[in-house]
């Protein structure tokens, strides 16, 4: 239902925002609205700073009660015994292709895939000037 909302947005919006701007805003606003409500927990294989996180922050907003896990198990181990409602995980990146713990997992777990975040990765590599 919040996919469709923020979708119709985006189709409504005339500016002067960018649609990708306008979707985080409302992103927040429902996950403000939804912590009202109910506090959210969502498992995410950490630590903080992690890709996982990001798309986390992307799905859900900064109004969350984010969980890290030290491994895709766990986060799998919290969304199937309740300590988190949602479980982040990855399922493929550029080096690695898909994450085969993760697809294992979506077999063997009751669990189901509820949305897809698309995130855009990009690292750097600095150095420190030699003196």
């Known amino acids: 239902r919040e996919a469709e909302v923020l979708r119709r947005i985006a189709l409504a919006n005339r500016g002067p925002l960018a649609n990708d701007a306008l979707v985080r805003l409302f992103t927040e ?3 403000a609205c939804r912590a009202l409500e109910q506090p959210l927990s969502v498992a995410y294989l950490g630590p903080q700073g992690t890709f996982s996180e990001m798309a986390l922050g992307k799905q859900f907003g900064a109004n969350v009660e984010a969980q890290p896990c030290a491994s895709i198990d766990d986060v799998f181990r919290a ?4 300590a988190a409602q949602y479980a ?3 399922v493929e990146n550029s080096s690695d ?30 150095a420190k000037r030699p003196s």
């Open 88 to 90: 982040v995980v990855p």
């Open 79 to 82: 969304a199937e015994t309740g």
């Open 29 to 31: 606003i429902i996950s």
């Open 97 to 126: 292709g898909a994450i085969g713990r993760t697809l294992d997992l979506l077999l063997t777990t009751p669990l189901k895939i509820c949305a897809e975040v698309v995130l855009r990765v990009q690292q750097n590599l600095m």
